[in-house]
């Protein structure tokens, strides 16, 4: 496991491009028949990969840096999957997880083990871990039966589709907040005006592109911000002090999670487009 400490809203201003992606960008995931992960100490947040192959894969625990025995000791999960179908194993339990489905895991679950269907078209499970302290029960959610909202327009190029998972009024967490979201052809802006979350991380991973396809992301303090180059299948973590805006050479889609001090997909502290520099 890889371990992140991330600078604070003041020195990430004298970084250079290689020093901001070390920080916050993870451009690692979805190695072949591996599962990645990278503990921040933003929130504690772990983000991961798991690409099985001809076998399956376990989620386990990396006691030098969690002191658990087992992954979901004291954490809670949110997985989905962006590749072929597959299958995750919960306790012994099997959910099928075709494209964009998601299935949270709760505290206290011992075995986690993931595979493919196809090994030629693996599954491709992303995932995002939060500190839990309450247990919460498995939950499975298909992504053509999970209700989506538009916003946006596209006369400001932003008009695209959101689907929440886990959220207040959804499937229920400790403190996980995960969803998607689709920009519509010829949309290009993601959260544009921008915001804060004083009160917790967001990670986004970006996916939906091609190799001559890029999104450029904006973080940092709104008067001192900074663009970082993101390419297919890559990620991003956001400090509460860091806006994380971004527009791409084409439509995209990206994975949001969020976990921090509550679970108000609301609660965001809004930044006026004159504000920023």
Known sequence: MEVRYAPNDEAYQRMTTAELRRSFVLDNLFAPNTVTMTYSDVDRVIVGSAVPLGTSLKLESSKKEMAADFFAERREIGVINIGGEGEIRVDGKGYAMTFRDLLYVGRGVREIECSSVDPKKPALFYFVSYPAHAAYPVAHARFNNSSKSPLGSSHNANARTITKYVHAEGI???????GLTELNDGSVWNTMPSHTHQRRTEVYLYFGLDEESL??????????TRALIIRNQQAVISPPWSIHSAAGTRNYSFIWAMGGENQEFSDMDAVSMRELL
Do not use: D, I
């Open 172 to 178: 229920k967490s400790s403190q996980l907040v995960m």
């Open 215 to 224: 999104v450029v992301h904006l973080m940092g303090k709104p008067t001192e």
